[in-house]
């Protein structure tokens, strides 16, 4: 998934290569080639769309998937990974690298403190403990 306005330029420069060397390959290939470049416009396509604020995260999303789409909801909200890093007194170098893992990494109080910045509530009603 494409997370940021620099990501989208690389994007948008791997499909121009792309499509530069297309006519130089055989039909095998170009297919592959050409799986590859729809792939990576349907990732500006939604890329352009959370820009658009065009994100609603669904509910009872399990822990995980939730981390898998704090991104998302920080783009469709408008925030770039400065802002956010602006935000929690962070470097957007660390943003870039929680997001690189989806979160995955990160203590729960920081998750929370995300989460309450992104304007997001979660309950973890739904856990069991453990017998």
Same mark, same amino acid.
């Not at 769309?49 to 995260?57: A, S």
């Given at each position: 998934?494409?997370?940021?306005?620099?990501?989208?330029?690389?994007?948008?420069?791997?499909? %121009?290569?792309?499509?530069?060397?297309?006519?130089?390959?055989?039909?095998?290939?170009?297919? &592959?080639?050409?799986?590859?470049?729809?792939?990576?416009?349907?990732?500006?396509?939604?890329?352009?769309?959370?820009? %658009?604020?065009?994100?609603?995260?669904?509910?009872? !999303?399990?822990?995980?998937?939730?981390?898998?789409?704090?991104?998302?909801?920080? !783009? &469709?909200?408008?925030?770039?990974?400065?802002?956010?890093?602006?935000?929690?007194?962070?470097?957007?170098?660390? !943003?870039?690298?929680?997001?690189?893992?989806?979160?995955?990494?990160? &203590?729960?109080?920081?998750?929370?403190?995300?989460?309450?910045?992104?304007?997001?509530?979660? &309950?973890?009603?739904?856990? %069991?403990?453990?017998?």
């Amino acid at each position: 998934m494409i997370k940021s306005e620099h990501q989208k330029n690389i994007t948008l420069k791997r499909i %121009k290569e792309f499509k530069k060397h297309l006519n130089d390959l055989d039909e095998w290939s170009s297919g &592959s080639v050409n799986s590859i470049i729809g792939q990576l416009e349907q990732e500006l396509e939604e890329y352009e769309r959370l820009k %658009k604020g065009e994100y609603t995260l669904p509910k009872n !999303i399990p822990f995980g998937e939730l981390l898998k789409c704090i991104a998302k909801v920080r !783009i &469709s909200k408008g925030l770039s990974q400065q802002d956010l890093a602006n935000l929690l007194g962070l470097t957007k170098q660390q !943003i870039n690298r929680y997001e690189e893992y989806d979160y995955q990494n990160v &203590s729960l109080s920081k998750i929370n403190e995300i989460l309450e910045v992104l304007g997001l509530t979660v &309950s973890l009603e739904h856990f %069991k403990k453990a017998a």
